[in-house]
């Protein structure tokens, strides 16, 4: 059980929303990115979660539907968001370069 921030109350942890006051119970943002053209159909969603459990969830959807996610805890948010940003591909240097200065 866990109590609502606003009213106070006991809720189980599950509950998106206070059953008694109707306020939140998770605090998060998300954000839709489009996939490859070879995915057609498919998005990403990215959902980051704060709070008492802080977290990073990411879900493949198709058509509408989740098809699968996986969360990861913050550490791993910040070592993921290092490799995409340290992997970025440089302008006028083929793949191959890259690969071999790394």
Request: with cysteine; hydrophobic share 35%; aromatic share 10%.
């Amino acid at each position: 059980m866990t109590a609502c921030a606003a009213c106070g109350r006991d809720s189980e942890a599950r509950f998106r929303f206070c059953p008694w006051c109707g306020t939140a119970q998770r605090r998060k943002i998300v954000e839709f990115f489009r996939a490859h053209p070879n995915s057609s159909g498919r998005a990403l969603r990215v959902s980051r979660y704060y709070g008492d459990e802080p977290q990073v969830r990411f879900s493949v959807w198709d058509d509408g539907i989740a098809q699968a996610a996986v969360s990861l805890d913050e550490e791993e948010s910040r070592r993921l968001a290092g490799f995409i940003a340290a992997t970025e591909p440089r302008r006028g240097r083929g793949l191959l370069h890259h690969l071999r200065v790394h």
